[in-house]
């Protein structure tokens, strides 16, 4: 099995920053992919940052030019930087990895979810 434990939510004011950070730990031989998600109350659950084990990124429009999504894979985690946060911001943000296990089966695990608020 594979765990992903994120960390680093909290509450900011608009126009502040927050460091969200992803670690996947358990039977792991490789990691293809990790990205950020969210989910804002009432709402379906959106993709906003991914990055390939070769450092490829891509971005959601909405967060483009003030996320930046990094990861170290010697520690398997990734990072999502989130600058010039808006209220619109606010959601509970889920890492997700997807590869293989030291048995060489597949596998997508989820986070638990770290709440990130932005409010004055």
């Known amino acids: 099995q594979v765990q992903l434990v994120e960390a680093g939510g909290g509450l900011v004011q608009p126009g502040g920053s927050l460091r969200v950070s992803c670690t996947a730990s358990?039977?792991?031989?490789?990691?293809?992919?990790m990205g950020w998600y969210r989910q804002a109350p009432g709402k379906q659950r959106e993709w906003v940052a991914g990055?390939?084990?070769?450092?490829?990124?891509n971005y959601a429009d909405s967060v483009t030019g003030r996320f930046t999504i990094s990861r170290d894979n010697a520690k398997n985690t990734v990072y999502l930087q989130m600058n010039s946060l808006k209220p619109e911001d606010t959601a509970v943000y889920f890492c997700?990895?997807?590869?293989?296990?030291?048995?060489?089966?597949?596998?997508?695990?989820w986070g638990q979810g770290t709440q990130v608020t932005v409010s004055s």
């Open positions: 997700n990895a997807h590869g293989l296990m030291s048995d060489r089966r597949g596998f997508s695990s």
């Open positions: 358990g039977s792991i031989f490789s990691i293809y992919a």
């Open positions: 990055i390939t084990s070769g450092g490829s990124t």
